[in-house]
């Protein structure tokens, strides 16, 4: 693939734009300078290319986890709280998609006082896996409450609330009180506002709400609140492989 077609996948802008910053030296390929906007390249990810200095890999497929801080919407165009696309890169948000949405996009939303573990592609078919409700991926939530937590609450998520807009119960997959005022919350659906309205129906109100896991994925250690990093292939995979 062209230089020049290479960086305007990733999301550096037009092609033209792609070609200029070749041309005027600022990308090196592999370590080595490269003004030939027309040089070919195996395409392959991994490749490793900086872009005025700043270091990138290339990725036919971007799949990113966010830790989503407090105060911000998953948005494109928020309404009173900044947008987390904010919190990326331009290329990230740049990356040309078929249709008219361009860079990668939320896997599902949190409310924008809920933080923890978001992911992000521009992969759709892997969207549409991820939030179909026919796969029941499990997503879990750290819950801290305004009332004490007890047994009662907890055996009666696990069986099932009605909320006001479908008269079907709505179940936890798992729940654990973690603490006086705090539980631990499995879902494998995505309603709005779902653990809120859950935590009412059983007369308690959640004061502090952060998704810790989906799937098997567990939220990074090491990134604070605002940070992100790509998703390894060996994560994705085994977020591909879940029933």
């Known amino acids: 693939m062209q230089l020049q077609e290479i960086l305007y996948t990733q999301g550096f802008g037009t092609r033209r734009v792609c070609a200029g910053l070749v041309q005027q030296g600022y990308v090196t390929v592999e370590g080595a300078p490269v003004d030939d906007a027309f040089a070919d390249f195996d395409a392959v990810d991994g490749l490793a290319y900086t872009v005025q200095g700043t270091p990138w890999i290339y990725q036919s497929k971007a799949y990113l986890m966010l830790h989503k801080p407090a105060g911000t919407e998953c948005s494109q165009k928020p309404s009173t709280y900044p947008s987390i696309y904010t919190l990326l890169p331009a290329p990230l948000r740049q990356r040309p998609n078929k249709g008219a949405v361009q860079g990668v996009q939320a896997i599902g939303r949190l409310d924008q006082d809920t933080t923890g573990l978001l992911l992000l592609t521009d992969d759709g078919q892997f969207i549409h896996r991820m939030g179909s409700p026919k796969h029941h991926v499990p997503k879990v939530y750290e819950v801290s409450a305004k009332h004490p937590v007890d047994d009662a609450q907890v055996q009666k998520l696990l069986a099932g609330v009605v909320l006001d807009d479908d008269p079907k119960p709505v179940r936890a997959a798992a729940c654990e009180a973690t603490g006086p005022n705090a539980l631990r919350l499995t879902l494998t659906e995505g309603k709005y506002h779902q653990v809120k309205r859950m935590l009412a129906a059983v007369g308690n109100r959640v004061e502090?709400?952060?998704?810790?896991?989906?799937?098997?994925?567990?939220?990074?250690?090491e990134l604070a609140p605002g940070q992100w990093r790509w998703l390894a292939p060996s994560e994705v995979e085994a977020l591909r492989q879940r029933k």
Do not use: K, N, Q
């Not at 502090?208 to 250690?221: E, P, Q």
């Open 208 to 221: 502090g709400l952060h998704r810790s896991r989906i799937g098997d994925l567990a939220l990074s250690g």
